[in-house]
């Protein structure tokens, strides 16, 4: 693994047995694995248990994990293999998935078929959901200061180092530090409510 | 979660920078503990990333209900697996603790490696001038080279290289020479010193073969 990688000293956490750890990139990377396996699988009823083998499958290989890339980069090879092994047992026996969608689709009244076209993920409350919390990110971003707006940015979508940060804003690290941290309360603050209304409980 | 209290925004800042891969191990293993036992940290945790995650593309806006059952689901078959254990660390996440928890940066380390490869040559550079001896006509060193035995007060000859000027001083004279660059010495002391532990040493300091060592054969019988 590179010495720039982000994750590293969760990785080490997860090595020594720190399940917990592991459920923290689960979170931080659950989305972006999800959003691959779903531009190959294509089936979207399919991608939460593509994701789920691809998590249960980087936990047991992690004591072979060498560092000798990033640890996304890593999940993100175990996740397309995962999600091509999958598409070879459709492949084998493709009346497996058809039949279980066909017998869910019998129980079902009308009212839930359209859910059922839908998918789990895509019901029309969860699309909902999902373009709310969109909005209210790009909405929280427009109104922070220049200073946080330009510190979170560079951060999270150029993805530059603390250090590079406090190069390219000529101030020091631990004022990038705080400028990211203050950024994110300030969109989480607005996030909260579509998160969740019940703080905590879920998680 | 309310930032209201120092500590509580201690706790969000040090989770903030872990995301971002910038806390030191010590720092690293409390913000997992505060995971462990705080609901509105894990809550935060997700938070941050999801503000992330959209600010790369709004396609990985989710429903946060899915990422939460996502999660109860895996924790489920997680349950289920033997608790990994590596061998060894990885070399490269080493890192140093700082009181603020900050990981130490680039800029901190980037000595380290020139200066390492730096004491690995001045190492092999004091390994080859012990094994190959000082060479007396080498420029810019002081030798030093034995005087005839039973001579107590010689004359020491103090001389440059490359044709400069040769002085004679007293040998007598007490106190230290001064020794300057490109310089022979020859001191009497020093050669009745060395000529009286000749006996005792396999080779003189200077690599002179003792005239104890003396070379033997052996003629194995023959049956």
């Known amino acids: ?203 | 979660m309310s930032t209201g209290s120092g500590t509580d925004v201690r706790r969000l800042e040090q989770l903030s920078a872990l995301a971002d891969g910038e806390l030191d191990d010590a720092a690293t293993a409390l913000s997992c503990a505060h995971w462990r036992g705080d609901a509105r940290v894990r809550a935060t945790w997700h938070a941050y990333h999801v503000i992330g995650d959209v600010l790369r593309s709004d396609d990985l806006a989710t429903d946060p209900a899915r990422d939460a059952e996502f999660l109860r689901s895996l924790r489920a078959r997680l349950v289920a697996e033997p608790v990994v254990i590596a061998p060894q660390p990885i070399p490269w996440l080493g890192r140093q603790s700082d009181p603020s928890g900050v990981r130490a940066t680039g800029r901190a380390d980037g000595w380290k490696v020139p200066g390492a490869v730096a004491a690995g040559l001045v190492a092999v550079a004091g390994v080859f001038m012990l094994t190959r001896g000082v060479e007396p006509n080498a420029p810019g060193e002081v030798a030093v080279a034995r005087a005839d035995a039973g001579v107590t007060a010689v004359p020491m000859v103090v001389g440059t290289r490359r044709g400069e000027a040769t002085a004679v001083v007293d040998g007598s004279a007490s106190g230290p020479v001064p020794v300057s660059d490109r310089i022979l010495i020859r001191d009497a002391r020093l050669d009745a010193y060395l000529a009286a532990h000749k006996q005792f040493a396999g080779s003189s300091a200077l690599g002179v073969p003792s005239s104890f060592l003396r070379s033997a054969t052996v003629d194995a019988p023959r049956r």
């Open chain 1, 1 to 203: 693994m590179n010495a720039s990688d982000a994750d590293a000293a969760l990785v080490e956490k997860v090595r020594l047995g720190d399940v917990k750890a592991f459920e923290m990139l689960v979170v931080k990377y659950q989305r972006r694995i999800e959003r691959l396996i779903g531009r190959m699988v294509r089936d979207v009823d399919l991608v939460p248990d593509i994701a789920q083998e691809t998590f249960i499958r980087a936990y047991r290989a992690i004591p072979q994990f060498r560092g000798e890339s990033a640890f996304y980069t890593w999940l993100y090879r175990i996740a397309v293999n995962t999600a091509k092994k999958a598409l070879m047992e459709l492949k084998r026996d493709p009346l497996v998935a058809e039949s279980a969608r066909a017998s869910s689709r019998d129980e079902d009244d009308e009212t839930s078929r359209v859910e059922n076209e839908l998918s789990d993920g895509e019901t029309p409350d969860a699309v909902l959901a999902s373009k709310q919390i969109a909005a209210a990110v790009n909405l929280a971003i427009e109104s922070l200061s220049e200073e946080l707006r330009q510190a979170i940015t560079l951060r999270e979508i150029e993805g530059l180092s603390y250090e590079e940060i406090a190069e390219m804003m000529n101030c020091p690290i631990g004022t990038v530090r705080s400028r990211i941290f203050r950024a994110r309360e300030a969109i989480a603050q607005r996030l909260r409510p579509l998160l969740d209304t019940r703080v905590g409980e879920r998680w």
